[in-house]
Each structure stands twice: as structure tokens, then as C-alpha cells.
């Protein structure tokens, strides 16, 4: 066991990729490589993404000097969809990374960065690891049923930023994260709110099922959701695409950049009180929902992500939940910080990683 480790965090996102080189679980440097729609139109699918991500990735280290004997450990943000997950690491194998290469389970880039690191393990032999992965899955079993039975709920959160997050807090507060329930919720491009109960995340609002975002639909009528799809104007693929990326924000006044839309409520647009004031609204109505879970025994409320750091946006929201907890505000997205402190767990020996080919 060393006393120092260097590891290469690795964070692809639909138009960037995130990198990071920590020394244990202090970060060295950071950057985020921007990929312009020009470049990302030149290809098919997210797999066919594979060498342009590689190359900016190739770029970084040479410009930072590192090579491969340098490195320790690599820490990919990402795995193949299509299974259930625990919480923690994951090493990245033969098996994670055919499964990553399949288009079915290639559905955000994000899925590229267990074949990338692969390639190190293979040529170099540098282990590489994904670590609290978005389809974690630790919920309550009632919590997956639905009216219908050949559909379950999935489990779907940010988890790599608000798991770590919630230990910080519970650590500031003098106990454990084992020791506490906490409701977290995740405010940026996507919304998640999710109950953290003793160490374990039993329910959740996923994006989706609960508010809408900036740029997504979040959830609706099963009878309006069925006239859209049979009202002859969406392919499958359009309203997947409308739902992420056009509603929202972006739908009323056509950005997602929340700045954009408190501007025009400071000044006096009533449009865009009303649907702000709906956006706070529902996220409260989120967060009173994950509260239910555990009888309202809460320890905290949360809210972090990158829309948490508008004022406006967590005064609104707190003026609505607190009579459930104490809130606390946590800024921003420790993602490269979580990615590297938890692979550094696993290599000084206080986790233990699960294989791709484990039962769940």
C-alpha cells in the first residue's frame, strides 16, 4: 500500500469531457474539454464518439506531462444502463466494457469512459474503477411498484454528487452518514431528489417522474402523455428528444440557464413568475414526497448542484420545506472530488470493488 496515489478521473458529458488528476484526494488540475455540435454531428451514435474522446483525453496527459507509469488508478464516471448497481466501485473489466459497446447500453456518453479506461488496463495494467454509478439501486422494494405490473420503478439519481455530499454534511454535523436521514436534492440540467436513510438511498424522485427542469418535461398525465405519442406528429426518438432537451425553461422562453429566467422575474415579467414560482413549487412538492419515506423523521435537507448556487431559487425552496428540516445549501457538484476519493478508499484497502458479473 502507498502513501501517495495518483489517479486520472475521467467525466465524459453530452458536449464535454470532464478530467482531472488528483494526488490521493487532492485535485492537481482540472479541465473541461468542450466538443462543439459540429463535431459531435459527424457522428452516428455515442459510440462512434469513442476516438474524439480518446484523443482530448490523450491531449490532456501529454500536455500535463503524465504517462502511463504515472499513473495509479483511473476513475470513470460511467457504465453501461440496462442493470442495477450497488453503491461504491465497480472495477471496469472485459465485461463492463463489451456491455458498454453495445448501442442499447450506450445511451450517454458517460458509457465511454469504462472503454477508455479499459484500454489502460489492458496495455498498462493500471486499474481502472467506476464508482456510484447513476443507476445505483438500494430502494425499498415497495417503493418499485406501480399500478401496472410489467412496469417498475427503476432507481436513476445523481448519486456519485449527492452521496458524497451527504457524507460531508454528516461528518460536519459530528456523526455518519450511516447514522442519518437526509433528503438530497440534486438541482442542475437534471433534478433528482432522493432519501438517504441510514447509509442506504431508498426512494427517490428521479428526473422524469418529478419537476421539470430547465430543459426537460419532467412528469404529467398518463392521458396527455398517450395523446402525444398518438397524435402523429413525434417519432419515438422526437419526443425523447422534445422531453430532454426543449421543454422547461427552454419551452417558455427558450433558455435553460436559470439566470436568463430570474432576470426577466426581477423585472416584473409575469410569465415568468408564474413558472418560476411552479418550478420552486414542484421541487418542494419533490422534497415532501421523499419526507413520507421515513415518517417524516429527517435529519436534513439538502439542495446542491449547479442551480443551487441562485440565491433566489434555494430562499424559495427552503421558505417551503423547512418545517420538514433544517436546509442546507452545498453549491455546485463535487463529481471529480467523489470519483477520486472513493476509488482512493479502494486502494488503501477500506472498500472493497464488486465485479461487472456479480449478482446484484
Known sequence: MKDVYKILCINPGSTSTKLALFEND???????IEHSSEDLAKYDDIIGQLPLRKAAIDAYLEEQGVGPADLDAIAARG??????????????????????????NAVHPMCLAPVIAYQWVKEYGIPAYCYDVVMTDEMDEVAKVTG???IKRNAALHMLNTR????????????????????????????????????????????????????RAGMFGNYDMIRLCFSGK??????????????GFVAYFGTSDCREVEKLVEAGDEQARLVYDAFVYNIAKDIGTMAVTTCGQVDRIVLTGGIAHSK?????VRRRVEFIAPVVVRPGAIEMDALARG??????????????????
Do not use: W
Not at 487532492?26 to 473541461?32: A, D, F, P, T, V
Not at 457504465?79 to 442499447?104: K, N, T
Not at 433566489?312 to 424559495?316: F, H, K, N, P, V
Open 26 to 32: 487532492r485535485m492537481l488540475n482540472e479541465i473541461s
Open 79 to 104: 457504465c453501461p444502463s440496462g442493470r442495477r448497481y450497488h453503491a461504491g466501485a465497480y472495477r471496469i473489466d472485459q465485461d463492463m466494457m463489451d456491455a458498454c459497446m453495445q448501442p442499447v
Open 148 to 150: 401496472l405490473p410489467q
Open 164 to 215: 458524497a455530499v451527504a457524507i460531508e454534511v454528516a461528518e460536519e454535523m459530528g456523526t455518519s452518514y450511516s447514522q442519518v436521514n437526509f433528503i438530497m436534492c440534486h438541482l442542475g440540467g437534471g433534478i433528482s431528489v432522493s432519501m438517504h436513510k441510514h447509509g442506504r438511498v431508498i426512494d427517490m424522485v428521479p428526473s422524469g417522474e418529478g419537476t421539470f427542469t430547465p430543459s
Open 234 to 247: 413525434y417519432t419515438a426518438k422526437s419526443l425523447r428528444d422534445l422531453f430532454q432537451d426543449h421543454c
Open 312 to 316: 433566489m431559487l434555494t430562499e424559495a
Open 343 to 360: 476509488i482512493l478508499r479502494v486502494l488503501n484497502g477500506q472498500e472493497s470493488a464488486h465485479t461487472f458479473a456479480e449478482e446484484y
